[in-house]
């Protein structure tokens, strides 16, 4: 079980997408009249370049001329929030000529000061052809030095070449951004927007998703790409559709480039209705709204007590319990009916569980004995409660650690809710190894099993929110040898997940050993940035009844788990073809348990969390 | 100059202080049924004993019964938004005897492990004596291992021993608060609950100013104190509607004591009302909004160009440049007739002081030959658009560092707007040496003069600030070390401030020497908490044309400038009747200036910044 967001994290109107539609327009003779304009078409903001092109400049800084439009012209509170400023287009700072490389560089730096300047929030930068590794160094050292706005680096989705048979190249534009953002040390400020592709050159299904792996901040949309419907009003195709729909889980903005004469207020209006016909809500939409992506530490429930509203927000998952409820139904009609079966909670909490077995001997018509064993004292003080109010008086409580109570009986059935997003993450095994000394010999516990699995993840966003939210007194090695639980909408999954550990319950071995290792090899079908991995589970509570955050056999409509993210120290490069191999321990001494992970190819990493060193699970 | 706050933090409604009341309910049989009912009366919050009295409580473990009030009750958003929990009142951490004590200290320590369960956001707990160490190293053992609440700190605002011939002691409450926090190590989740003091025991201003300087967050109102109007309904005196006015610059919310019979909703419309009448609305108010006791460094514009953003607020101080603009009217009123002053505007930005100039030109209906130097080359692109557009080409502009410009002719005016929160801590003192070379013997400069001031000051809410912003990369030492700039509200000004440094213009001497030293005795007319110094200055721009941020004489509706604080390492306690003794140095390198300060008296410190270690202003 894991924390999941607070309740009231819900926006206003949930049911639509706030589309947010910027105009391009690349040189108006007046910024501030085709501002003005802009904004009364409907559109939100507007990209232009930053400097008239009429201008000549002089980069002598003792003859100053104006570089094109003066701050005045608009308050700087609508540069602030208005203008997306376009770097001049014609320069070319990897050029092989060595004036032209040097002009370049000199009219960028004064772009870019004069951005700083107005206090734009963001700049344009369009690439064009591989090795960017001058414009990347001319950047980077500004972002060094701090830069005020974000930067939006421009490319097609698919390079045109990728369609040509007679190109000499087949451009990946994705691996031009790639080097371009390595060589900038994956700055959050940088940007992505991506010109949509056009209906004849669409891109695989695979490559669209490695994009919504990507910081993509906004998506280009020419004029010339809409449909006219039978009402003359501008639509995109249901192929273009399917694109945006998929940007959608992305904070993702919109620019029309107007390549066509036409009314540009049916473009932004056009795409609102979008946000509201493409917009799906479901409850782990909902439920998730506004922590997307957000890091949590995993709980550690076993040495730490749980508070009130986590307690809360785990009981309003109605999915979870009622697939407890069934398996317990199943586990007590399994059992001989000449006696009073003995059912334990162990880990009551505040007795939803318990509440669950209630329900199935009303439902069998069947008394259970029911004992409810939980050990902190302000779950207990609510289960007090419950059982003189509630319950009247058909639960035995037992206020202890499930590890060294004695028991009274044997149980039948032993039912518990131990489990993390990685199933063992929370000492499941070691609580129930520990709990099954009071299950009789012939006793079921609910889960049986449970499964943890693996698979290779790209998300910058995820390694930027690790090194950017270090607490003070930690190591950044401290923060990436450890686990995180996040709802995962920024990402590409290199590959599909496969099984890690198993654990099986109740375990009569003579010696139980709960130490684990094993090598997982992915195959990589393209190109990619491996930055971590990302782990879940499933479980078998009983038979045929399951729960699964896997992605493939996800419960319907379950949200008390988010996947975990193992991180890696650094990102990986990865080639299409080659292969993604990875060791995972599960380690133990007297006091903890732990894990560490370290990788064989494409590059061999140390190992991380040696000795569980930054990150562990206490057993006391 | 320093840099104000953004435009538009202003909040919607900003005619009235919205006014958060909460009611104290002691121990409500049922504590749903009392929040609805305070809710209904129109209170925010209610105040309520964490566990009920009547409940014997077990302190084994082993044998749990319910501790009060069960959670499952509340929602957990209803306990953490809605309830501040009291502890136990007859609680005596502090008795002299001993099983009292331990007792206490272990009910203590279940009450606080119940409310971090419930999550409530707000613990009370009340100081009844002197001397409460145990209490404080209890609760400090939490705070230090993370509380995830406020812990309310509640004495009486006088004590009535002061108020008492018979009383053997003469309790100063603010020491029992002081020792408290201090043992907490000024922990900020530490607040103030202060009992308002009768009319008949009204404190002294100085008192009340010393409670403004701490983290008061409640007010507390016995409905006894109020009076009753002509008709009928429940009114404050005038003394004690003072005292809530001076408590508004806080964020401080009410909480109504029933003691007599009455209808409970009409003390929150009256405090409502009171939110309407006191509140104070004027420029500064407005422009401070949401920025009280926010620290920015100071600008170092001599070595970074301002930005757009940064000139426009300036240039939004209308108080400041019509100042100006009479200073310079004054100035060329001074000149003979018989030919045409020369004016120079040195760090002209975009233009501000040049059109002062243009617009005396004007009124006197006489010519002025105006220069503008200016090295921004953003700000020069404004200028050159501003002259050919609004000014006809009278401003002859000049793009070069004023220390290195070779004039073709000697100025009679040179104006310019060179100075900080603390006058020369801009470098205006070395600028305008070097641009008064080209300032014929017999010029004049505005400003003329200018003084720094400095004031010793309380203020946990700024060391705090402080200690718990440290940046990654910096050291607290350096942390320490570096002044702020901070529109201060929650604060205590100890003593009136002293004149510290003087700078004069033009100076004429042989040898300019710019270094200062200055020992400032303050003397100290209550106990009170010693925790940096405040500076301020005031200039004389020509004859009796004056700018300033001296407290006593401010600039009405002068917005440009908010005080600078010089912190202290750790907060100095100082008795009444002791001094206060600094040593101020201003020192400087080839490279550099700074500023270096220690304490003498009450205690010895080690020299601040030594070397300019930590904070510095580049000179190129």
Known sequence: MEVPPPEDNAEGDQKRKRMSVGLYVSCPPNIKESVDKTLEYGYHFMVTQLTHPNYTRDINDNNPAPIGRTDRVMRSSDWSRLVVAQITPSLDLDSEVEH?????????????????????????????????????????????????????????????????????????TWDWWNEFRTYCNYDKRLGLVLDLCDIKHLLLYNELKRWIGEPVKAIVIPTSYFLINQHGKPVL???????????????????????TECDLSLYVR????????????????????????????????????????????????????????????????????????????VGAGRGPLVQAVLNVSITLDRKLKVYAVEKNPFA?????????????????????DMRS???????????????????????????????????????????????????????????????????????????????????????????????????THPNWSEKINNQRYKKLVFQVEQNCLLTGFVGYFDTILYKDVKLSIHPDSHTTDMVSWFPIVFPLENPVYVEEGKTIEISFWRTESNEKVWYEWCLHSPVKTEIMNSNGRSYYLRKH
Not at 460 to 471: G, L
């Open 270 to 345: 056009y795409l609102s209705f979008l946000g509201k016909k493409l917009y799906v809500r479901d409850t782990m939409t909902e439920f998730v709204q506004g922590f997307e992506d957000f890091l949590q530490n995993p709980l550690q429930p076993l040495t730490e007590h749980l508070e009130t509203n986590i307690y809360e927000i785990f009981e309003k998952d109605g999915v979870k319990y009622n697939t407890y409820y069934n398996a317990i139904l199943k586990a007590v009609q399994s059992l001989p009916v000449d006696r009073v079966p003995v059912v334990m909670v």
């Open 405 to 503: 109570y004695q028991p009274p009986e044997q149980a039948d059935i032993l039912v518990s809710e131990l489990l993390g997003s990685f199933g063992d993450n929370e000492l499941s095994p070691e609580c129930l190894d520990g709990a099954q000394r009071f299950l009789k010999r012939t006793g079921i516990t609910i889960p049986q099993s449970y499964t943890s699995y693996l698979a290779p993840l790209q998300s910058t966003k995820i390694f930027n929110e690790i090194r950017h939210n270090r607490p003070l007194d930690k190591t950044l090695q401290f923060c990436y040898e450890t686990p995180y639980i996040a709802h995962l909408a920024n990402f590409y999954q290199i590959a599909p997940p496969q099984p890690l550990f198993n654990f």
């Open 100 to 172: 032209i490389r040097d002009h370049s560089k000199s009219i960028f730096a004064q772009e870019l000061a004069f951005a700083s300047h107005l206090g734009i929030p963001a700049l344009w930068i369009t690439l064009t052809k591989p090795d960017n590794v001058q414009l990347a160094r001319a950047l980077y050292e500004k972002t060094v030095s701090g830069l005020s706005f974000s930067v939006w680096v421009n490319i097609p989705m698919t390079h045109p070449s990728r369609y040509s048979p007679l190109s000499e190249h087949e451009y990946d």
């Open 237 to 259: 195709s249901r192929l273009h559709q399917d694109i945006i729909k998929k940007f959608m889980s992305l904070d993702v903005q919109y620019i029309i480039k107007n390549d």
């Open 380 to 400: 207990i003080n609510t289960l007090v409660h419950r059982c003189k109010t509630e319950w009247a008086d058909q639960v035995t409580l037992i206020k202890e």
